[in-house]
């Protein structure tokens, strides 16, 4: 079994930064590519970003593209999310995921984490 569990999270102010982090415990996910999803009260859980095994090849979500970036060192199980220009609309509950195919794009991921709240204030 993998657990995912996030960090980083908390209050920031439009413009400003905050920088996300998930540790994985369980499972070496070396082979697995990690993403990140989102879901604000009242809508579904949005697709933010996805990282290969490899470390490259990124995937954003349009609404985070050009602000937010993704990477991952391997080495420490860890997947981060920098959240750069940060808008209101930001404001929402993230959750790291990480799956051994290609089922983060599609939205089903196999492992989950609990998510971590976002808030941005205008």
């Known amino acids: 079994q993998v657990q995912l569990v996030e960090s980083g999270g908390g209050l920031v102010q439009a413009g400003g930064s905050l920088r996300l982090s998930c540790v994985a415990s369980g499972r070496t996910l070396s082979r697995y590519s990690m993403g990140w999803f989102r879901q604000a009260p009242g809508k579904e859980r949005e697709f933010v970003a996805a990282?290969?095994?490899?470390?490259?090849?990124?995937r954003y979500g349009d609404s985070v593209k050009g602000r937010f970036t993704i990477s991952r060192d391997s080495a420490k199980n860890t997947v981060y999310l920098q959240l750069d220009s940060l808008k209101p609309e930001d404001t929402a509950v993230y959750y790291c995921?990480?799956?051994?195919?290609?089922?983060?794009?599609?939205?089903?991921?196999?492992?989950w984490g609990q998510g971590i709240q976002v808030t941005v204030s205008s």
């Open positions: 995921a990480a799956d051994a195919s290609s089922r983060i794009l599609a939205g089903t991921p196999e492992y």
């Open positions: 990282i290969n095994w490899t470390g490259s090849m990124p």
